[in-house]
C-alpha cells in the first residue's frame, strides 16, 4: 500500500468514525429522514447504511486512482514488464 492510499483510507476512516456520532447518544433507535419523512431504524441498521455508503462512494474513486496511478493493479507486473 503506497502513502497517497494509506492518507486516503485515513481520511475516509475519519470520516466514517465521525458520521457514526448519531450512535452514541441513540438508545435503540436512531430516527433518520428518507424523502423528507421521519422514520426509526436500528443501531446495526444505521452501521450497515452508513458503512455500505462509504464503500459505493469511496472504494471505485480509489480504484480507478489506483489503475490510474499504478497503470495497473500491481507494481510486480511493472517490475515484470521492465524487465523485458
Given at each position: 500500500m503506497k502513502t497517497w492510499e494509506k492518507v486516503y483510507w485515513g481520511i475516509i476512516g475519519v470520516f466514517f468514525v465521525l458520521s457514526?456520532?448519531?450512535l452514541l447518544g441513540s438508545e435503540e433507535l436512531i430516527k433518520v429522514t428518507v424523502n423528507g419523512q421521519d422514520r426509526l431504524i436500528s443501531r446495526l441498521a444505521?452501521?450497515?447504511?452508513?458503512?455500505?455508503?462509504?464503500?459505493i462512494i469511496f472504494a471505485?474513486?480509489?480504484a480507478v486512482v489506483r489503475l490510474i496511478v499504478n497503470k495497473?493493479?500491481?507494481e510486480k507486473d511493472k517490475?515484470?514488464?521492465e524487465r523485458e
Open positions: 457514526l456520532s448519531p444505521y452501521f450497515g447504511y452508513d458503512l455500505l455508503g462509504f464503500v471505485p474513486i480509489w495497473g493493479w500491481s517490475r515484470e514488464r
